[in-house]
């Protein structure tokens, strides 16, 4: 229960309590993490508080990475106000997406050039940001941490752009491992089986692909926070000191399976 003692993190996109962010944060504050929380915006604030409290976050900032002009330096503002505060960083989770809703549903070909862009501006670039920024206060090397999901890989029911939006963001994660190993600074993806979280239930017709998921997975279950927060703890401290660039797979063992049992599916 020591893994992550002596180690400051900064950990992002925590919305609430379900939050697949949130799950990490336990999981590393019961390892001695010293843990730094951000939050999108004001309205959001008054939730995080209290759970920044759980686990004894002092120090809690805003950050939104969107488009908005006014958020043109959010990240690296973000990055320059922890120097100043705390100091180095020896970890980063980015558990952050955003996407419009009315384009999580119906085809992909249909979605608009705005909503590409800010998608992938979100939920990609982003963490590129968050590399470039937090790897200049990563003195003794370190861990940066990603979430995505097989819809990357393979097309999942209304998904769309985001599946576009998380295959350029598993690439991003390859390309930051380079650039950034001879910091020693490890670059890595969790890709979580579905989840019951905001951001998931964005995305039309959520329940299906929970359910198939669950009924297909070798493991018969969709991962909880605390197989997310374990597998986050395993690459954000010393014991995964080897590995770098990867995309770890937490989703019951659904992506081994190619065709499920028939009993499993009525066709
Ligand atoms: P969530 O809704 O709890 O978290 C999403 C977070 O993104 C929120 O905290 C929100 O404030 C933040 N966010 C959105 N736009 C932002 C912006 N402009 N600036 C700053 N923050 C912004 O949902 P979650 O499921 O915990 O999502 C976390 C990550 O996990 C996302 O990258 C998501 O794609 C990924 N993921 C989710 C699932 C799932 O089924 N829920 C599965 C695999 C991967």
């Known amino acids: 229960m020591n893994l992550m003692k002596g180690k400051t993190g900064l950990i992002m996109g925590v919305a609430n309590e379900r939050s697949i962010a949130w799950g990490i944060a336990n999981e590393l504050f019961l390892n001695k993490a010293n843990i730094i929380l951000t939050f999108q915006n004001d309205g959001l604030k008054k939730r995080i508080i209290p759970l920044s409290e759980k686990v004894n976050c002092k120090n809690l900032y805003k950050c939104d990475v969107s488009l908005k002009p006014e958020n043109e330096y959010s990240i690296e503002n973000l990055i320059e106000n922890i120097k100043k505060d705390i100091g180095d960083l020896d970890f980063v989770v980015h558990a952050l997406a955003y996407s419009d809703k009315d384009e999580l549903k119906g085809k992909y070909l249909d979605t608009s050039r705005i909503n590409f862009l800010s998608t992938l501006d979100i939920s990609t670039f982003s963490f590129t940001r968050v590399a470039k920024s937090a790897s200049k206060i990563m003195k003794n090397g370190g861990s940066l941490l990603t979430l995505t999901y097989a819809g990357s890989k393979k097309t999942t029911p209304n998904y769309n752009v985001m599946g576009v939006a998380k295959a ?28 019951k979280t905001i951001a998931g239930a964005a995305i039309t017709g959520a329940r299906h692909v929970y359910r198939y998921s669950e009924k297909v997975a070798p493991l018969k279950k969709n991962p909880d926070l605390q197989q997310v927060g374990n597998a986050a703890l395993y690459l954000l401290s010393d014991i995964s000191s080897g590995v770098t660039g990867l995309t770890h797979y937490v989703d019951g063992g659904l992506k081994v399976v190619g065709i499920p049992d028939q009993d499993l599916v009525n066709v």
Do not use: F, W
Request: hydrophobic residues 45%; without cysteine; charged residues 20%.
């Open 168 to 195: 350029a963001l598993e690439t991003s994660v390859k390309y930051l491992s380079v650039d950034l190993g001879k910091n020693n600074i490890r670059v890595n993806a969790i890709s979580a089986g579905p989840m």
